[in-house]
């Protein structure tokens, strides 16, 4: 008899809470398709630049509770 997504999730369901979240981590990384060459390097290096300005304080960040209003607001 084959296992279906329900039998499945009725076994996820089981596992302890950091285990699901592996798991489902593990499952959306599935749907992802490779990289092209040297995007993750790009990033690093773009993340760098950002938490460099961060530091510097040439940059400033938004409280979230701001965003989300200016968002509600259109």
Same mark, same amino acid.
């Given at each position: 008899?084959?296992?279906?997504?329900?039998?499945?999730? &009725?076994? $996820?369901? %089981?596992?302890? !809470?950091?285990?699901? =979240?592996?798991?489902?981590?593990?499952?959306?990384?599935? @749907? #992802? &398709?490779? $990289?092209? %060459?040297?995007? !993750?390097?790009?990033? =690093?290096?773009?993340?760098?630049?950002?938490?460099?300005? @961060? #530091?510097?304080?040439?940059?400033?960040?938004?409280?979230?509770?701001?965003?989300?209003?200016?968002?509600?607001?259109?």
């Amino acid at each position: 008899m084959a296992t279906t997504a329900a039998d499945l999730l &009725e076994q $996820a369901l %089981e596992l302890k !809470e950091e285990e699901r =979240a592996e798991l489902a981590s593990l499952l959306i990384e599935s @749907l #992802d &398709e490779p $990289a092209e %060459e040297g995007v !993750e390097a790009a990033w =690093a290096i773009e993340i760098e630049r950002r938490m460099a300005e @961060l #530091d510097s304080g040439s940059v400033k960040t938004i409280p979230w509770d701001e965003v989300r209003k200016k968002l509600q607001d259109g």
